[in-house]
């Protein structure tokens, strides 16, 4: 029986222990490394080194000669497809990302066409940096074209591409690729064979390349020409070459060789008459029978063929080391004036391939570009022309130089890049090798 004074106590529920939070788990680490390693003897647990994924920045160059540009394409030998495979060799990327870019968040700050080379480029990702020694790994596992000078910690949300806000490419040009007088193909050198003005190959030219009479100077070869003075007849009036000796020359043009080659025309080389010729050898018999008969005469004789060699030799060397066109400030001003017809935002559909000009992506802004300095490479002179953009589409700079060489040669009037930058106009305009092309 319970009395006023008991009261009733109750006891409180007992307390539930909160549930441990769970480790979060690394997506960058594997099964091995979570694994646990018991020395015998020792309950001590020693845990393998853990490496983590950092997002990085890379810092290379390379020589574009050989590959089918930047960007991976299935098939082709690229730059991407080398350097990605070099990281995998290195460690810096797992078996199960390799050949899935997407998945270490893979971005590059320009793309370079076939051909091209790159000085500067960049490119970023997630990458496995440790254990040290990245760098020497992967020049271990790439072409001597490449070059890697480091790599940089970066912040997650980095991208190589879209924290660039402008490229910058430089093109080198051969100063005697703007000369006015150089003509255009080797049709026209075909053709001007018996015109009086004819044309041939320049071995100081490229491949492709061809020279007008005179462009780079003035060559005698008189003593040392090949054609026999018996196979050329000639005219009083005009000099003209047999039937045969012109199949010779078109031959010797076509492969580029021979003793054509050592005449800037075909007009150069001295035609000696029958007459001429008997008259010459028997002045000079004569000459040699008195230099057989006075000593004093003999010598005289000797000192000036001395002196005719020298004067031969120095003609010779300066034909050779000179040139009829040289880039100076008249050439630099009218240069320059060219390329800064492309400064500022303009349609370039015409500069580029498979791009309409409705496509918006057309527009281009071009921040600068100029052709000041003037650099010598293995003794041959070029001009750097550096252009800097917000971006570039394909073939877009070398169409750009294409067009202010052809205008600088007087192929095309300077009227010409105004209109091809015009929308509603399509015209093709010249392409320039891509040897000479690299991003800096």
């Excluded at 080379?117 to 074209?145: C, K, M, W």
């Excluded at 005469?297 to 020298?310: P, R, T, W």
């Excluded at 492309?342 to 057309?362: C, I, L, M, Q």
Aim: with cysteine; glycine share 8%.
């Amino acid at each position: 029986m319970e009395t006023p004074d008991s009261k009733t106590t109750t006891s409180p529920p007992p307390q539930q222990e909160p549930d441990l939070k769970k480790p979060k788990m690394s997506s960058t680490t594997s099964e091995e490394d979570d694994a646990a390693i018991t020395a015998p003897g020792d309950e001590t647990t020693i845990k393998k080194q853990r490496y983590k994924r950092r997002k990085i920045a890379i810092f290379f160059a390379y020589c574009g000669v050989g590959y089918q540009g930047m960007q991976k394409n299935p098939g082709a030998k690229t730059i991407e497809g080398d350097l990605e495979e070099a990281l995998f060799h290195a460690g810096a990327v797992p078996e199960n990302d390799r050949g899935i870019p997407k998945r270490y968040d893979w971005a590059r700050s320009a793309r370079t066409d076939k051909g091209v080379s790159a000085v500067g480029q960049v490119v970023s990702g997630r990458f496995y940096i440790d254990p040290p020694g990245l760098v020497e790994r992967l020049h271990s596992n790439l072409s001597p074209q490449f070059r890697i000078f480091g790599y940089k910690r970066v912040t997650g949300s980095f991208n190589a591409k879209k924290f660039c806000d402008r490229r910058r490419y430089v093109y080198l040009i051969p100063v005697f690729a703007l000369n006015p007088c150089s003509h255009r193909d080797r049709e026209s050198v075909l053709a001007s064979l018996g015109s009086g003005s004819e044309l041939v190959k320049c071995l100081e030219c490229s491949e492709r390349g061809r020279k007008a009479v005179g462009a780079l100077g003035k060559r005698s070869f008189e003593s040392k020409s090949d054609v026999s003075p018996t196979e050329i007849r000639s005219n009083d009036k005009d000099t003209t070459l047999k039937p045969e000796i012109k199949e010779e020359v078109s031959a010797l043009l076509d492969n580029g060789d021979g003793v054509i080659r050592n005449f800037e025309s075909v007009n150069e080389i001295k035609v000696l008459r029958n007459e001429d010729s008997v008259t010459t050898e028997s002045g000079i018999s004569s000459n040699i029978e008195d230099a057989n008969a006075n000593p004093e005469i003999k010598d005289e004789i000797m000192v000036s063929i001395e002196k005719g060699d020298d004067k031969n030799t120095k003609s010779e060397e300066e034909a050779i080391n000179g040139s009829g066109f040289c880039y100076e400030e008249k050439e630099k001003e009218r240069f320059n004036r060219i390329l800064n017809y492309y400064v500022g935002s303009h349609n370039f559909h015409n500069f580029t391939t498979r791009t309409k000009a409705e496509d918006p992506s057309a527009r281009r802004f071009i921040v600068s570009f100029d052709a000041k300095t003037i650099v010598t490479v293995e003794g041959i002179e070029f001009v750097k022309c550096e252009v800097v953009g917000q971006s570039f589409m394909l073939h877009q700079i070398r169409k750009m130089i294409g067009a202010a060489v052809a205008i600088m040669r007087n192929c095309a009037s300077e009227s010409l890049i105004q209109t091809a930058l015009q929308k509603d106009v399509n015209i093709t305009v010249p392409t320039a090798p891509e040897v000479g092309l690299y991003l800096g």
